[in-house]
C-alpha cells in the first residue's frame, strides 16, 4: 500500500518551529513520504529531518510556481505555517484550486487574518484545517472572521516539546549573565517610547549588578530579521559608555547556543521567551506592545514575568522569584500527536470512503 505524501513548506523561523515537531515524527515513524520546502532564515531546521526531499521556499512565491510545485510533488496532505511572506499562502490557493488537503498550523497569539493576506478567498470561504493552541485562540479567530469548524485546538507542537522534554532544566538562570532580544519594531508596534527600551535594560542590568556586587555582562541579540535604526543604534552607543560589559551577538546565531549558559532573558513576547523558560532560565516580557489576553496568559501560564520598561520596575523583576511553568505544559501536552491524528485520520477516512 502506498504511503501517502506530505508537502510541508515554511517560510520564517517561528513557523518552521511549531511544523517541524509533527514533521520530525512522521519520519521518524515513516507515517508518510515527506517533502519539505523552508525559508533562507529557517533552511538550517531542514538538517534534522532525515530521510525528507528538501528545498528553498521564496518568500514572493507565486501562484503559477505554486502551482506548478504541486503538480511536480502531488501529495496528499499540504501542511503550512503562516509567515509573512506570500509563499506559504500561494500554495494554499493552489491547494484550494486543486481540492488538496491543507492543514495549517499557528505558531503564535497574534495576527491571525494577516497570515491570509494573500489569500484569493475571504476569510468565510477557508477550506484549511487550521490547528492552533488553544479554546482562547479560536475565539479570537472567529471574532475575526474565521468560520469555527475550520479551527481545531491541538496545543503547541513546537511548547509540547519543549517544555514537556524529560531532558528539560527546572532552574532560575544566572543572575549575572543577562540576555536582550530585540526585535523589529515595526512587527511588533512598538512605538511611543521615549528611550528606547534596550536602554532601560542596560540601567537596570548596572544598577542590578551593583547592588548585587556582582560582576556580570549583557548581551545584546537582535533579530534575523532586524536592521538597527537610527534610534536602536544610538541606544547601543550611548549604553556602550556605561560601566557595563556589553557583548553584541550575531543576529543569526541560535538561542540555543545563549541559553545552555542560562542567563536572565529580556525581551517583549517571542518564543524565544518560552524557549528561555523551557531551558531554566528567567524570562521578562518588556509591557510595551500589544498583547491578546490569550497571549497574556499563555505567557504568564509559561513563568514569564511581565515588566513595565522602566528602570525600578525591571530591576523588581529581576528580583523576582520564577513562577511555575507546569500549567503551560500541561496545556500543550500532546500536541503533537493531536495535530498528526486530525491529518493522518481524515485522510485514512477519505480512502476508506472510496474504498
Known sequence: MRKPKLLAAFDDPGGALAVMPVLKRTVERDTAEVTAFAGVHSIYLLDDLKHAEKYMIRSDLGYEEACAILDSHDPDILLTATGGGSGEQQLRNAARNKALRSYVIIDFWKHYGRRWLYADHPLESIIDTILVMDEATKTDMMNEGFPSERIKVTGHPYLDSIFNSPERRTGTGEDSLFLFLSQPSGTIELKNTDIHPVTIV????????????????????????????????????????????????????????????????????????????????????????????????????????????????????????????????????????????????SLHQQKGANA
Open 202 to 345: 542596560a540601567e537596570a542590568v548596572e544598577q542590578y549588578l551593583g547592588q548585587n556586587n556582582k560582576r556580570g555582562k549583557l548581551i545584546i541579540k537582535m533579530h534575523p530579521l532586524e536592521t538597527a535604526g537610527k534610534e536602536l543604534t544610538e541606544a547601543l552607543r550611548n549604553i556602550s559608555k556605561m560601566n557595563l560589559q556589553i557583548e553584541a551577538a550575531d543576529s543569526g546565531e541560535r538561542i540555543d547556543n545563549f541559553l545552555i549558559r542560562r542567563p536572565v532573558v529580556i525581551g517583549y513576547n517571542s518564543i524565544a521567551l518560552f524557549e528561555a523558560r523551557a531551558s531554566g532560565c528567567k524570562a521578562i516580557s518588556l509591557d510595551l506592545v500589544p498583547m491578546s489576553e490569550a497571549m497574556r496568559k499563555a505567557m504568564a501560564s509559561a513563568g514569564i514575568v511581565f515588566s513595565k520598561a522602566e528602570r525600578d520596575d525591571l530591576l523588581h523583576s529581576m528580583n523576582a522569584k520564577v513562577p511555575s511553568f507546569n500549567e503551560l505544559a500541561a496545556l500543550h501536552k500532546g500536541a503533537t500527536g493531536r495535530c498528526l491524528d486530525l491529518i493522518f485520520s
